[in-house]
């Protein structure tokens, strides 16, 4: 079975910088909600396989990229 992490990882590492928005979209297609990702972007922050920049806000969202 395939996990959402290992998606989004996979999906970091091909194309790195992208927002929670984009990556929401790359899974579940046009206008899906980028709190379907944020809980699993935020586990792989703290396990270390992702890093995150930016300040997260509208402006400046937050970005992700494998460490």
């Known amino acids: 079975m395939v996990h959402l992490a290992d998606v989004l990882v996979f999906l970091i590492k091909n194309g790195p910088g992208r927002t ?4 929401s979209e790359a899974v579940f297609g046009d206008r899906a909600y980028q709190q379907r990702v944020n809980g699993d972007c ?5 396990q270390g396989a992702v890093e995150r920049r930016g300040t997260g806000g509208p402006g400046d ?4 990229y494998v460490k």
């Open 42 to 46: 935020r586990l792989l922050v703290e």
């Open 20 to 23: 929670e928005a984009e990556l």
């Open 61 to 64: 969202p937050y970005k992700y």
